[in-house]
């Protein structure tokens, strides 16, 4: 199987933040899974460097354009390091070979592409024109001040796609999710699509038009372009049209109309295959309010990381909130979410258990089980299937919530039958109870795998397992004795 998840690529006028993560972890998520299951992955990110918002971020620095984008972009590559991701290709659109891949895009649209003039309110912020009847008190819908703006421009038959993309969305109910956002889109469109002004002669910091002297590219064209430039176009086709009918863009909510709308319509015009699902997540409020650096509330990754761990941060990121939803970064909520969930019911099943086969001089298997121990035996082997369903619709919360079902149903298993005094009087049932745990263990391991890597990697070295595919559950274990485990969430 094929399989492709990309993040959109962060525009560099500002410093990463925690949505940046939110939005790359999640990505990385699906990836991870992907992979894990045998499937063929490609998985990309990057950033977005050029438009009129970049060069005059770099004029406000007192930099060269250039350097400044080197500066900012390497922020966000540090960025991947500080979250563990597993990102296949990190994609600048300043590279040539993006460059030569966004000319080769404009080519093939050329048939819906004609020379004409704007006039208009632009937003820099957002790199959009805005409609005279959404500016209000010289502001966007957005918030951002726009400024009138005269310039030669090309267009691009964004009207032409009117019915062709509500067709799509029709056909295809799953192309744009949640649900609540398809309607969204829906509800734009069926109000009427306008030409779009693709083309800026203003300045100068983008890529080239194919034949046109002074003209560069509209910056979502440019940036849109990315996800295929990073499969390889235009030179690998083939690998282009395979990934990208399998892959799933994971983007803000805030720009779902350039993936849902604009991107699929350059796609038909350019006779490219579309995406597989459009994804549009939530924002994250900080303490009850927007982010906002004037308050002083901005979630900083890297410092929230340094306190609480990665993996308990990507942890408390999807199991707080479902994963297309608005959800609130509250310190508190982190904490009971490490305290109750990862060290009172992870933590203490994996000590509990290990510690105890590690004293008693290791796991002696038996899997002749009985209707006590089934239940929990069939749940763990059932996990992976019932994660594949859910990952695949993107419901990340859900899938957490589905382990922690095996989480506390393996803890009150080891309540119920008391191991500890197994060992005194029934060393046959003993080793039943203690078979059926590690089964469920090893199955926890790979759940939770893809949200806490590092996590999951300490559990399989616990238990001797390779951790390398969803096949291994299918193996039953030998005899054998156990490394010490350690807390996984030591307690301050």
């Known amino acids: 199987m094929k399989f492709c998840v990309t993040t959109p690529i962060y525009y560099i006028n500002g410093e990463p933040h925690i949505g940046h993560a939110y939005a790359s972890i999640a990505a990385d998520i699906l990836a991870r899974f992907r992979r894990l299951d045998g499937s063929e992955v490609h998985f990309s990110t990057g950033t977005d460097e050029h438009g009129i918002k970049v060069a005059r971020s770099a004029e406000t620095a007192s930099m060269d354009v250039h350097k400044f984008s080197d500066l900012m972009s390497q922020g966000f590559r540090d960025l991947g390091k500080l979250i563990n991701l597993s990102q296949d290709d990190f994609i600048r659109t300043t590279e040539e070979r993006h460059i030569l891949s966004s000319q080769k895009l404009w080519r093939l649209m050329a048939d819906d592409i004609y020379k004409g ?15 005279e009847e959404d500016v209000v008190d010289g502001k966007a819908p957005s918030g ?8 030669e421009s090309y267009f691009f038959r964004l009207s032409a796609y009117q019915d062709k993309l509500l067709e799509l969305y029709e056909k295809n109910p799953d192309f744009i999710a949640p649900v609540s956002r398809r309607n969204e889109v829906i509800s734009f469109v069926k109000g009427g699509l306008k030409d779009l002004s693709i083309s800026r002669s203003k300045f100068d910091w983008g890529i080239p038009i194919p034949n046109a002297p002074g003209h560069v590219m509209y910056v979502w064209i440019d940036a849109l372009a990315n996800y295929i430039t990073s499969l390889g176009f235009p030179e690998n086709t083939h690998r282009v049209s395979e990934m990208m009918a399998n892959c799933v863009h994971v983007v803000g909510k805030e720009i779902l109309r350039f993936h849902a709308v604009y ?16 994804f549009a997540h939530g924002w994250w409020t900080s303490e009850g309010q927007k982010m906002s650096k004037s308050i002083g509330n901005v979630v900083d990754p890297q410092k929230t990381i340094e306190k609480y761990g990665l993996d308990s941060v990507r942890y408390f990121l999807f199991r707080e909130i479902r994963f297309g939803e608005d959800g609130d970064f509250s310190e508190k909520a982190l904490q009971q979410r490490i305290s109750y969930d990862l060290a009172n019911d992870l933590g203490n099943l994996v000590q509990r258990v290990l510690a105890f086969i590690q004293k008693i001089g290791g796991l002696r298997v038996n899997y002749d089980f009985t209707d006590a121990e089934m239940p929990l035996f069939e749940d763990s082997r059932n996990l992976v299937e019932k994660l594949r369903i859910l990952v695949d619709k993107q419901d990340l919360h859900g899938a957490l919530i589905e382990i922690w079902k095996l989480v506390s149903a393996s803890n009150k298993f080891v309540n119920d039958m008391r191991p500890w005094e197994l060992a005194r009087e029934d060393d046959n ?22 949200f806490m890597p590092d996590t999951a990697r300490k559990i399989f070295d616990f238990m001797n397992v390779e951790g390398k595919s969803f096949k291994e559950i299918e193996a039953n274990f030998s005899d054998q004795v156990f490394p010490s485990p350690f807390l996984l969430f030591p307690r301050e």
């Open 117 to 131: 003039s704007y006039s208009g309110w632009y937003s820099a912020r957002d790199e959009e024109y805005v409609s």
């Open 144 to 151: 951002a001040p726009v400024e009138w703006m005269e310039e």
């Open 263 to 278: 991107w699929p319509a350059f796609l038909m015009s350019a006779g490219l295959t579309l995406p597989k699902r459009i």
């Open 429 to 450: 049932r003993l080793n039943l109870v203690l078979t059926a745990l590690c089964e469920s263990l090893r199955a926890i391991a790979f759940g939770i795998a893809p």
